[in-house]
């Protein structure tokens, strides 16, 4: 069975700061990753995802994320945090490809003060 | 990516009662999936949806409760059945193109039941 979860239910940062949301994720197979980002009262985007390709996954909004197998981690991270990062994060784990069922953490919610 | 509109997007409904979302997709999808997003919570998936099948419920999701149409490549609904205040939640829908297991989501029901 796999599972995910996200070692933090809150982070705070100061702008300008640099953020890292951390994910460990338990499969039996090599498995699709994903960062979902939630602003309040909005639908889930895409921040990036990692398909066994390279293991350091550049997003948008300057997140990327690193594919550590030997740690079972895929944790976010972005040099500088700004106002508007200020949301909701889930780390996806990608089941079977023949379900296409995802399997979610429980969510980080990221506070950036100014 | 894929532009998924969902209908409508937010309701409050009185219990005993029903509501049938409505979930709109750009461009033909085999995979649709449904998932509710109780209040602080992560997503948990209710069913998949394919065209031309029925839709296959995960464990605590029943047929009954949460009926599931899919009558194309576009379209699908999804009806919360003899609701509770329990059922108050975010209801989503995403597509799965099928490239590297991509979900993407629409903006989400917003539904308080009294």
């Known amino acids: 069975a796999q599972s995910v979860t996200q070692l933090d239910s809150h982070v705070s940062v100061s702008e300008g700061t640099p953020v890292l949301l951390r994910c460990n994720y338990s499969?039996?197979?090599?498995?699709?990753l994903f960062w979902y980002v939630q602003h309040p009262n909005k639908g889930l985007q895409l921040l990036l995802k990692?398909?066994?390709?390279?293991?350091l996954v550049k997003g948008i909004n300057g997140f990327e994320a690193e594919f550590k197998k030997s740690e079972t981690s895929f944790h976010l991270t972005k040099p500088s945090a700004h106002m508007s990062d200020a949301a909701e994060y889930f780390c996806?784990?990608?089941?079977?490809?023949?379900?296409?069922?995802?399997?979610f953490g429980q969510g980080t919610t990221l506070q950036v003060k100014p | 990516s894929a532009v998924i509109s969902q209908k409508p997007s937010r309701d409050i409904c009185q219990r005993g009662t029903s509501l049938t979302i409505q979930c709109q997709v750009d461009?033909?999808?085999?995979?649709m999936f449904w998932y509710r997003q109780q209040p602080g919570q992560s997503l948990t998936l209710i069913a998949t949806?394919?065209?031309?099948?029925?839709?296959?419920?995960e464990s605590g999701f029943v047929i009954d409760k949460f009926p599931i149409s899919r009558p194309n490549l576009t379209f699908s609904t999804l009806t919360v059945s003899n609701m509770s205040p329990e059922d108050s939640s975010i209801y989503l829908c995403?597509?799965?193109?099928?490239?590297?297991?991509?979900?993407?989501f629409g903006p989400g029901t917003r539904l308080l039941v009294l």
């Open positions: 499969s039996s197979y090599s498995p699709s």
């Open positions: 996806v784990c990608g089941g079977s490809s023949n379900t296409g069922k995802l399997i």
């Open positions: 995403s597509v799965d193109r099928g490239l590297s297991e991509t979900q993407y």
């Open positions: 461009s033909q999808v085999t995979m």
């Open positions: 990692y398909t066994s390709a390279a293991t």
């Open positions: 949806a394919n065209q031309g099948s029925e839709a296959t419920y």
